[in-house]
């Protein structure tokens, strides 16, 4: 019954390469969102979905294409990594409108470019 | 756009002290300020949160305060146990029709020794 899904937990891959991580809940949430978390721990928004449509662009090099095919899922496609992009990412969804706004974080993927 | 400061980045106690952590934040529009804690390797997990309309709000052994004018808010634990050993994050949103972009401080690590 996990809340928040991340898949891979773990990915290792080469500069250059282009790779995807997936996100997928169950809570029923009309929200979703990805956050980067670099070596020094610092939390950022990258990109916030609602009902599949694009909410939230932070300044992220345009190589990070994010893909809502439905409310339970938003993905998260990155192109020509770069060592920079070392990093765990978190996936994060919320519901608006209940009272709460709490953001229930996935498990990360942490992403190893060599 | 909204900038937020956390201190101490590190903060030591015993255990059975109290810890407080500082936050500041720079937007006065900004009117929603959770705090997340991260254990070693897990994923960020609210713990309290209060909206602008509040002052102080209290869980158990854990409050934060509010200062609209200074546009600050603090993180208060008391009695400290080893398992609040963590990584604490505050930040800070506007609420707009129940969207949020959350904006995180730089973290506190807070170690609670036995």
């Known amino acids: 019954d996990t809340a928040v899904s991340q898949t891979p937990k773990y990915l290792v891959t080469q500069m250059g390469n282009d790779k995807s991580i997936k996100c997928e809940q169950n809570l029923g949430h009309d929200t979703m969102y990805w956050y980067k978390q670099d070596s020094k721990k610092f939390l950022k928004i990258m990109f916030s979905y609602n009902n599949k449509e694009l909410i939230i662009n932070e300044t992220v090099p345009n190589r990070f294409s994010p893909k809502s095919p439905d409310k339970a899922h938003l993905n998260l496609h990155i192109n020509s990594l770069e060592l920079g992009d070392s990093a765990v990412y978190f996936c994060?969804?919320?519901?608006?409108?209940?009272?709460?706004?709490?953001?229930?974080f996935g498990p990360g993927t942490r992403l190893t470019v060599t | 756009g909204e900038n937020v400061e956390q201190h101490p980045s590190t903060l030591s106690v015993q255990e059975g002290d109290s810890a407080v952590i500082k936050c500041t934040y720079s937007d006065s529009a900004s009117n929603y300020f959770p705090w997340y804690k991260q254990e070693l390797g897990k994923r960020p997990q609210l713990i309290i949160d209060?909206?602008?309309?509040?002052g102080e709000k209290k869980d158990q052994r854990i409050a934060v305060t509010l200062n609209k004018t200074a546009k600050h808010f603090s993180l208060h634990i008391t009695e400290t146990q080893p398992e609040d050993s963590a990584v604490y994050f505050c930040?800070?949103?506007?609420?707009?029709?129940?969207?949020?972009?959350?904006?995180f401080g730089t973290g506190t690590r807070l170690l609670v020794s036995p």
């Open positions: 930040a800070a949103s506007l609420l707009n029709t129940g969207f949020q972009k959350l904006v």
């Open positions: 209060i909206r602008s309309n509040v």
């Open positions: 994060a969804s919320s519901q608006r409108g209940r009272g709460s706004y709490e953001q229930y």
